[in-house]
């Protein structure tokens, strides 16, 4: 199995960015695929889940500013991210959440302030 993450960068606060990842080698429609992200320094958290039947939760504190979404046809989950704050720095991954398959190496998110 292999997950690519994408769609990264750099971006002054208040700005949007839209990532995606996509699996490949595996079934994808039947798990629940989580976004993570790891900011400089600190350990990789969980950010916002999606199940196979699309119910969504997040973390509280980007409830209302990111959006997960998935294609289970394409196996893609996505995470559009508005209203970006500093603090949403870091190095964001795809996975499913239980028996996590191999980390990918992520995409950079950068939010200058």
């Known amino acids: 199995v292999q997950l690519h993450a994408s769609g990264g960068g750099l971006v002054q606060t208040g700005r949007s960015l839209r990532l995606s990842c996509v699996a490949s080698g595996t079934i994808f429609s039947k798990y629940e695929m989580n976004w993570y992200r790891q900011p400089p320094g600190k350990q990789r958290e969980l950010v916002a889940s999606?199940?196979?039947?699309?119910?969504?939760n997040y973390v509280d504190s980007v409830k209302g500013r990111f959006t997960i979404a998935r294609d289970n046809a394409k196996k893609m989950v996505f995470l559009q991210m508005n209203s970006l704050k500093p603090e949403d720095t870091g190095v964001y991954y795809c996975?499913?959440?239980?028996?996590?398959?191999?980390w990918g190496q992520g995409t950079q998110v950068t939010v200058s302030s």
């Open positions: 999606i199940t196979s039947g699309g119910t969504t």
């Open positions: 996975n499913r959440r239980t028996f996590p398959w191999p």
